[in-house]
Antibody
Framework: QVQLQESGPGLVRSSETLSLICTVS????????WSWIRQPAGKGLEWIGR???????NYNPSLKSRVTMSVDTSKNQFSLRMSSVAAADTAVYYC??????????????WGQGTLVTVSS | DIQMTQSPSSLSASVGDRVTITCRAS??????LNWYQQKPGKAPKLLIY???SLQSGVPSRFTGSGSGTDFTLTISSLQPEDFAIYYC?????????FGQGTKVDIK
Protein backbone atom coordinates (compact mmCIF):
# COMPACT_ATOMS: atom_id res chain seq x y z
CA GLN A 1 0.00 0.00 0.00
CA VAL A 2 1.41 3.35 -1.04
CA GLN A 3 1.79 5.88 1.77
CA LEU A 4 2.75 9.54 1.62
CA GLN A 5 4.00 11.68 4.48
CA GLU A 6 4.56 15.43 4.42
CA SER A 7 7.29 17.02 6.51
CA GLY A 8 8.65 20.50 7.03
CA PRO A 9 8.41 23.59 9.23
CA GLY A 10 4.98 24.36 10.58
CA LEU A 11 5.78 28.04 10.91
CA VAL A 12 7.28 30.25 8.20
CA ARG A 13 7.93 33.96 8.42
CA SER A 14 6.24 36.28 5.99
CA SER A 15 8.30 36.96 2.81
CA GLU A 16 10.43 33.86 3.38
CA THR A 17 10.35 30.50 1.58
CA LEU A 18 8.12 27.59 2.50
CA SER A 19 9.79 24.19 2.00
CA LEU A 20 8.01 20.87 2.30
CA ILE A 21 9.01 17.31 1.54
CA CYS A 22 6.75 14.37 0.77
CA THR A 23 8.17 10.92 1.41
CA VAL A 24 6.64 8.06 -0.55
CA SER A 25 6.70 4.53 0.84
CA UNK A 26 5.27 1.26 -0.42
CA UNK A 27 5.95 2.05 -4.06
CA UNK A 28 8.31 3.71 -6.49
CA UNK A 29 8.21 7.42 -7.14
CA UNK A 30 8.88 6.73 -10.81
CA UNK A 31 6.15 6.57 -13.46
CA UNK A 32 3.63 8.82 -11.71
CA UNK A 33 2.83 12.47 -11.39
CA TRP A 34 3.16 13.76 -7.83
CA SER A 35 1.04 16.67 -6.71
CA TRP A 36 0.71 19.33 -4.05
CA ILE A 37 -2.69 20.63 -2.95
CA ARG A 38 -3.47 23.08 -0.17
CA GLN A 39 -6.51 23.96 1.91
CA PRO A 40 -6.89 27.07 4.07
CA ALA A 41 -8.80 26.48 7.27
CA GLY A 42 -12.51 26.07 6.57
CA LYS A 43 -12.07 26.51 2.82
CA GLY A 44 -11.81 24.39 -0.30
CA LEU A 45 -9.00 22.64 -2.09
CA GLU A 46 -6.46 24.45 -4.28
CA TRP A 47 -4.20 22.55 -6.66
CA ILE A 48 -0.65 23.91 -6.50
CA GLY A 49 1.00 21.78 -9.15
CA ARG A 50 2.52 18.45 -10.08
CA UNK A 51 5.82 16.93 -11.12
CA UNK A 52 6.88 13.84 -13.05
CA UNK A 53 10.33 12.62 -12.01
CA UNK A 54 12.05 15.95 -12.80
CA UNK A 55 11.01 15.59 -16.42
CA UNK A 56 7.81 17.55 -16.41
CA UNK A 57 6.12 20.05 -14.15
CA ASN A 58 2.79 21.85 -14.24
CA TYR A 59 2.10 24.70 -11.85
CA ASN A 60 -1.05 26.62 -11.08
CA PRO A 61 -0.65 29.91 -12.96
CA SER A 62 -1.83 31.77 -9.87
CA LEU A 63 1.25 30.50 -7.98
CA LYS A 64 3.69 29.72 -10.78
CA SER A 65 6.04 32.62 -10.15
CA ARG A 66 6.62 31.49 -6.57
CA VAL A 67 6.56 27.68 -6.80
CA THR A 68 9.26 25.11 -7.55
CA MET A 69 8.89 21.35 -7.33
CA SER A 70 11.54 18.66 -7.54
CA VAL A 71 11.94 14.91 -7.12
CA ASP A 72 14.69 12.96 -5.40
CA THR A 73 14.36 9.43 -6.74
CA SER A 74 17.18 8.12 -4.53
CA LYS A 75 15.15 9.01 -1.44
CA ASN A 76 11.68 8.41 -2.94
CA GLN A 77 10.81 11.98 -2.05
CA PHE A 78 9.45 15.02 -3.81
CA SER A 79 9.43 18.58 -2.59
CA LEU A 80 7.67 21.92 -2.76
CA ARG A 81 9.26 25.32 -2.40
CA MET A 82 7.11 28.44 -2.33
CA SER A 83 8.85 31.79 -2.09
CA SER A 84 7.72 35.14 -0.72
CA VAL A 85 4.97 33.67 1.41
CA ALA A 86 2.25 35.78 2.96
CA ALA A 87 -0.60 35.20 5.40
CA ALA A 88 -2.80 33.99 2.54
CA ASP A 89 -0.46 31.01 2.15
CA THR A 90 -1.41 29.70 5.59
CA ALA A 91 -3.05 26.35 4.93
CA VAL A 92 -2.89 22.60 5.30
CA TYR A 93 -0.61 21.32 2.55
CA TYR A 94 -1.23 17.88 1.10
CA CYS A 95 0.92 15.78 -1.19
CA UNK A 96 -0.78 13.24 -3.40
CA UNK A 97 -0.14 10.77 -6.20
CA UNK A 98 -1.91 11.25 -9.53
CA UNK A 99 -2.63 7.96 -11.26
CA UNK A 100 -3.62 7.89 -14.89
CA UNK A 101 -4.91 5.58 -17.56
CA UNK A 102 -6.46 5.79 -20.99
CA UNK A 103 -9.46 7.80 -19.83
CA UNK A 104 -8.74 8.91 -16.31
CA UNK A 105 -6.40 10.91 -14.11
CA UNK A 106 -7.08 11.01 -10.38
CA UNK A 107 -5.44 11.67 -7.03
CA UNK A 108 -5.62 8.21 -5.52
CA UNK A 109 -3.21 8.40 -2.59
CA TRP A 110 -2.84 11.38 -0.25
CA GLY A 111 -0.63 12.31 2.65
CA GLN A 112 -2.27 13.22 5.94
CA GLY A 113 -1.50 16.90 5.42
CA THR A 114 0.69 19.35 7.29
CA LEU A 115 -0.36 22.75 8.60
CA VAL A 116 1.87 25.63 7.57
CA THR A 117 1.29 28.95 9.27
CA VAL A 118 2.80 32.13 7.93
CA SER A 119 3.67 34.58 10.68
CA SER A 120 4.37 38.25 10.39
CA ASP B 1 -8.88 27.79 -15.90
CA ILE B 2 -11.89 25.48 -15.94
CA GLN B 3 -14.36 26.48 -13.23
CA MET B 4 -16.16 23.74 -11.33
CA THR B 5 -19.45 24.61 -9.65
CA GLN B 6 -21.15 22.27 -7.21
CA SER B 7 -24.70 22.39 -5.96
CA PRO B 8 -25.95 22.52 -3.38
CA SER B 9 -23.22 23.97 -1.16
CA SER B 10 -24.71 22.11 1.76
CA LEU B 11 -27.56 19.76 2.49
CA SER B 12 -29.12 18.08 5.47
CA ALA B 13 -30.24 14.50 5.18
CA SER B 14 -31.18 11.52 7.28
CA VAL B 15 -29.67 8.06 7.41
CA GLY B 16 -31.17 6.03 4.61
CA ASP B 17 -31.89 9.01 2.38
CA ARG B 18 -30.90 9.15 -1.27
CA VAL B 19 -28.58 12.09 -1.81
CA THR B 20 -27.58 13.73 -5.10
CA ILE B 21 -24.82 16.28 -5.61
CA THR B 22 -24.24 17.96 -8.94
CA CYS B 23 -21.09 19.41 -10.46
CA ARG B 24 -20.92 21.59 -13.55
CA ALA B 25 -17.78 22.42 -15.53
CA SER B 26 -17.35 25.74 -17.33
CA UNK B 27 -16.38 23.84 -20.49
CA UNK B 28 -16.48 20.26 -21.66
CA UNK B 29 -14.15 17.95 -19.74
CA UNK B 30 -15.27 14.69 -21.36
CA UNK B 31 -15.29 12.18 -18.49
CA UNK B 32 -12.26 13.54 -16.67
CA LEU B 33 -14.18 14.13 -13.48
CA ASN B 34 -13.38 12.79 -10.03
CA TRP B 35 -15.23 12.87 -6.71
CA TYR B 36 -13.57 13.01 -3.29
CA GLN B 37 -14.89 12.71 0.24
CA GLN B 38 -13.30 14.65 3.07
CA LYS B 39 -13.98 14.19 6.76
CA PRO B 40 -12.90 16.71 9.42
CA GLY B 41 -9.16 16.76 9.98
CA LYS B 42 -8.53 14.18 7.27
CA ALA B 43 -7.18 14.18 3.76
CA PRO B 44 -9.62 13.86 0.88
CA LYS B 45 -10.37 10.31 -0.24
CA LEU B 46 -10.98 9.33 -3.86
CA LEU B 47 -14.47 7.88 -4.35
CA ILE B 48 -15.18 8.03 -8.07
CA TYR B 49 -12.83 8.56 -11.03
CA UNK B 50 -13.51 9.00 -14.72
CA UNK B 51 -16.99 10.26 -13.82
CA UNK B 52 -18.45 6.84 -13.04
CA SER B 53 -15.74 4.37 -12.00
CA LEU B 54 -15.82 3.30 -8.38
CA GLN B 55 -12.46 3.44 -6.62
CA SER B 56 -11.39 0.15 -5.05
CA GLY B 57 -12.80 -0.32 -1.57
CA VAL B 58 -15.52 2.32 -1.91
CA PRO B 59 -19.04 1.08 -1.11
CA SER B 60 -21.36 0.51 -4.05
CA ARG B 61 -23.95 2.95 -2.66
CA PHE B 62 -21.79 5.67 -4.25
CA THR B 63 -22.37 6.16 -7.96
CA GLY B 64 -21.23 8.79 -10.42
CA SER B 65 -22.62 9.78 -13.77
CA GLY B 66 -22.33 12.40 -16.47
CA SER B 67 -20.02 13.59 -19.20
CA GLY B 68 -19.19 16.82 -20.93
CA THR B 69 -20.12 19.57 -18.49
CA ASP B 70 -22.70 18.05 -16.12
CA PHE B 71 -21.99 15.40 -13.52
CA THR B 72 -23.73 13.81 -10.56
CA LEU B 73 -22.66 11.97 -7.43
CA THR B 74 -25.41 9.89 -5.85
CA ILE B 75 -25.41 8.16 -2.49
CA SER B 76 -28.23 5.63 -2.69
CA SER B 77 -28.79 5.16 1.05
CA LEU B 78 -26.92 7.58 3.30
CA GLN B 79 -24.99 5.95 6.11
CA PRO B 80 -23.68 7.60 9.32
CA GLU B 81 -20.11 7.48 8.01
CA ASP B 82 -21.09 9.39 4.87
CA PHE B 83 -21.55 12.71 6.62
CA ALA B 84 -18.67 14.68 5.15
CA ILE B 85 -17.74 17.26 2.51
CA TYR B 86 -17.69 16.12 -1.10
CA TYR B 87 -15.59 17.72 -3.82
CA CYS B 88 -15.57 17.27 -7.56
CA UNK B 89 -12.35 17.81 -9.51
CA UNK B 90 -11.61 18.04 -13.20
CA UNK B 91 -8.52 16.30 -14.51
CA UNK B 92 -9.06 17.21 -18.16
CA UNK B 93 -6.35 19.83 -18.14
CA UNK B 94 -4.04 21.77 -15.87
CA UNK B 95 -4.43 23.57 -13.62
CA UNK B 96 -6.55 20.92 -11.99
CA UNK B 97 -9.54 22.58 -10.34
CA PHE B 98 -11.98 21.57 -7.64
CA GLY B 99 -15.54 22.46 -6.93
CA GLN B 100 -16.19 24.49 -3.81
CA GLY B 101 -17.47 21.45 -1.94
CA THR B 102 -20.83 20.16 -0.73
CA LYS B 103 -21.25 19.59 2.98
CA VAL B 104 -23.58 16.73 3.86
CA ASP B 105 -24.76 16.86 7.45
CA ILE B 106 -27.33 15.23 9.64
CA LYS B 107 -30.90 16.45 9.52
Amino acid sequence: QVQLQESGPGLVRSSETLSLICTVSGGSISSYYWSWIRQPAGKGLEWIGRIYTNVSTNYNPSLKSRVTMSVDTSKNQFSLRMSSVAAADTAVYYCARESSGTNYRALDFWGQGTLVTVSS
Amino acid sequence: DIQMTQSPSSLSASVGDRVTITCRASQSISSFLNWYQQKPGKAPKLLIYAASSLQSGVPSRFTGSGSGTDFTLTISSLQPEDFAIYYCQQSYTTPRTFGQGTKVDIK
